[in-house]
């Protein structure tokens, strides 16, 4: 099972500032790498796929780099509607893994 | 517009059975995969297991084989998860959503029902 590890597991940041979201694989799974935003009591949000390929209608502040075991999800100038929990998840292997989340919170 | 709608909060007790389900709308139901994503209270996301409603191809992930059951009904549109015999460790909020992929490919999941809340209690 390829293992994915995020960090940090909680992300303090004011808004309006930049968030850097890391996500690290045990092994290599090129760009098959998702993001999803969840919300407490909500479903999660698919926001970038392929790594870098932001889904249908999510704003431009957000961005995915990476690739092999190295991922960072990227949210410029940080809306109150952007703080929750993220989740990276891997589709390169099966069983399809998701990392543990990162919380973004207020500062 | 794509919809996926899950069924209502379960209540039950410790060997009891329980079969959820998710209804999709606004797609063909039979070219995506549908997975099913366990999340315990506090906690992250699991993904447990696919099925393709064309033909009923399922995959499990090894920690789930042989603790639920993946179907479909092609004929309403809707996905079930099911337990023959629940514990209480089973209880959770259990998320469908469509996958997306291309030809047997199933890669990330795009559209998410609102989740199912299981409670196991005795």
């Known amino acids: 099972e390829t293992v994915m590890a995020q960090s940090p597991s909680t992300l303090s940041v004011s808004p309006g500032e930049r968030a850097a979201l890391s996500c690290r694989a045990s092994?290599?799974?090129?760009?098959?790498l998702a993001w999803y935003q969840q919300k407490p009591g909500q479903a999660p949000r698919l926001l970038i796929y392929?790594?870098?390929t932001r889904a249908t209608g999510i704003p431009a502040r957000f961005s995915g780099s990476g690739s092999g075991t190295e991922f960072t999800l990227t949210i410029t100038s940080l809306q109150s509607e952007d703080f929750a929990v993220y989740y990276c998840?891997?589709?390169?292997?099966?069983?399809?893994?998701f990392g543990q989340g990162t919380n973004v919170e207020i500062k | 517009e794509v919809q996926v709608v899950q069924s209502g909060v379960e209540v039950k007790k410790p060997g009891e059975s329980l079969k959820i389900s998710c209804t999709a709308s606004?797609?063909?139901?039979?070219?995506?995969?549908i997975a099913w994503v366990r999340q315990k209270p506090g906690e992250g996301l699991e993904w447990m297991g696919n099925?393709?409603?064309?033909?009923?191809?399922?995959r499990y992930s090894p920690s789930f084989q042989g603790q639920v059951t993946i179907s479909a009904d092609k004929s309403i549109t809707t996905a079930y998860l099911q337990w023959s015999s629940l514990k209480a460790s089973d209880s959770a909020i259990y998320f469908c959503?469509?996958?997306?992929?291309?030809?047997?490919?199933?890669?990330?999941?795009?559209?998410w029902g609102q989740g199912t809340l299981v409670t196991v209690s005795s």
């Open positions: 959503a469509r996958v997306e992929g291309n030809g047997s490919g199933f890669y990330y999941l795009n559209y």
């Open positions: 606004g797609y063909s139901f039979t070219d995506h995969w």
């Open positions: 099925i393709y409603p064309g033909d009923s191809d399922t």
């Open positions: 092994r290599s799974v090129g760009i098959y």
């Open positions: 392929g790594a870098s």
């Open positions: 998840q891997q589709y390169d292997t099966w069983p399809r893994t």
